[in-house]
């Protein structure tokens, strides 16, 4: 049975960007806390790329549990990866009575909250690891008053 502590690390992850359901898995080797940064070795684009952290992901990580013979960041008990991240993540919500969503909503959020705090358009294609600012205004959805507010 999945235990919903064990998700805890989950949320503030896939709130930053391309850190997908093949990233929760990644080796411990690609989180590096003291630059501050992911390094993903095997995105969608197969590019390699290297993804900041703000202080809150940085803080969750670093007391985020270690298994001692498993490289993996998101492990099981016996240090073996995660299989079924989906399966368990609908377990985790269930359990702590929140909304059904899908582990790529947060990715949506993620880039919506960046538009909508003004953040410089490239700046957040990069970050999503998109190859044009057309697929990240597809993930781009404007919280209802976002556009009245804007304009005063």
């Known amino acids: 049975m999945d235990h919903p502590h064990r998700w805890s690390s989950i949320r503030p992850s896939r709130l930053h960007p391309n850190f997908g359901c093949g990233h929760i898995g990644g080796g411990r080797s690609d989180v ?24 809150t992901l940085v803080e969750v990580l670093s007391r985020h549990p270690r298994h001692i013979r498993s490289r993996y960041v998101f492990h099981n ?5 995660w299989k079924d991240v989906r399966k368990g993540f609908r377990s985790a919500l269930d359990a702590a009575g929140l909304p059904t969503i899908r582990i790529h909503d947060m990715r949506h959020t993620f880039v919506s909250n960046l538009v909508m705090a003004c953040v410089d ?11 044009d600012t057309g697929t990240t205004m597809r993930y781009a959805h404007l919280a209802p008053g976002h556009l009245k507010a804007s304009v005063g």
């Open 77 to 81: 008990a016996d240090g073996s990866p």
């Open 32 to 55: 590096d806390l003291e630059r501050q940064e992911i390094r993903v070795r095997k995105s969608k684009g197969k590019r390699f790329r290297v993804i900041p952290m703000n202080a």
């Open 121 to 131: 358009l490239n700046a957040v294609k990069v970050l999503a690891g998109h190859q």
